[in-house]
């Protein structure tokens, strides 16, 4: 990071009144209420929701570039979402298609690197396609990780973790005894990030719906009531807010952090 983008990143975390030293490094979102934000706004297709979340998504980015968050994961399509109707679903892949186009320039401005997680094969090839050239033009910037889970569960990709594992150990590449934490997350679709700190859910839903198990164990957990194409970045920074206001203890007590201190 040059010295310049530093400089102004701590700028902006002493203008918004945020203790430097205690920012989330990975912030993941579920992106909530498209459908109701649509029907509340008086359109009879779900789909105007969630072009116009297209836009919350790009501010929430753009947002957590210059604070230097150094990851950022938004839940884009679940397995379960295969099981809404197939008109919402093309459009909601052609969406991706055209999304993934246009945003390509603002990623390589602000040097944001694209990723994706979930199971991507099945997608539809177009946009598979689509994805795989975004994620190879971004591949080398090193300002934010962003990652898009499509086809995303969090049980299959335990699931699949599980299988891949069995299947190592009866290979004799693995033995029983060295399954370890760190070992297991080197089989989990995130492998190469942090676990998220801070899990920020819009729309006023208090669920996890399936969305990064085993990685938010001991995430910070923030509900907001703005459905999502509503969601700027003054949302984004009371979700921060909230965040710097808690204690976090990973399992030791208040008097053991003091003494840490």
Known sequence: MS?????RIQHK???LGFDANRMPRHIAVIMDGNGRWAKKQGYFSRIKGHE??????RELTTASAELGIGYLTVYAFSTENWNRPKREINAL???LVSTLKGELPTLQKNRIKLNAIGDLQKLPKKAHQELLEVIEETAHNDHLVLTLALSYSSKSEIINA?????RDVVAGKLKPENITEAAFEQYLYTRNLPDPDLLIRTSGEYR???YLLWQIAYAELYFSDTLWPDFTRDDLYKAIHSY???ERRFGKTSEQLKEEE
Do not use: K
């Not at 010295?3 to 400089?7: E, F, I, N, T």
């Not at 116009?52 to 998504?57: K, P, S």
């Not at 599980?162 to 069995?166: E, G, K, P, R, S």
């Open 3 to 7: 010295a310049v983008l530093d400089s």
């Open 13 to 15: 975390i002493i203008e």
């Open 52 to 57: 116009n979340g297209v836009t919350a998504l």
């Open 93 to 95: 892949m052609s969406l």
């Open 162 to 166: 599980v299988q891949d594992i069995a």
């Open 208 to 210: 996890i719906s399936n």
């Open 244 to 246: 710097q206001n808690r």
